[in-house]
């Protein structure tokens, strides 16, 4: 993902069809090591290709995926009964405050 995302970053830097060199130029930038093999697939695979043609499609292709709901859950199911007796095992639990480092990067990099 890093490969596409330097791969846009160029196009929008003015770059028409990026080569391997602008984009190991960009990821240095930021630290990250380049694997030749993942380059050059990503090169390959959107070279002389219009990006936005290639985005498009991708959307196309996103829309025809299922997205959320699935089968109810068996509390849900099993009737009146079983909601009562999760919402008091809530009312027992303190609540967990959470720490501000975990706010602030949620765990992950940009670029990880």
Do not use: H
């Amino acid at each position: 993902m890093r490969y596409v995302a330097a791969y846009l970053l160029a196009i929008l830097g003015g770059k028409t069809s990026p080569n391997s060199s602008d984009i190991e130029k960009i990821l240095s930038s930021v630290g990250i090591e380049v694997d030749s093999e993942k380059l050059s697939k990503v090169i390959s695979q959107l070279n002389g290709k219009n990006i936005e043609e290639v985005i498009a499609e991708g959307r196309e292709k996103l829309s025809s995926m299922p997205a959320g709901g699935g089968a109810a859950p068996a509390a849900a199911a099993a009737g009146g009964a079983a909601p009562a007796a999760e919402e008091k095992k809530e009312e027992k639990k303190p609540a967990k405050e959470e720490s501000e480092s975990e706010d602030e990067d949620m765990g992950f990099g940009l670029f990880d």
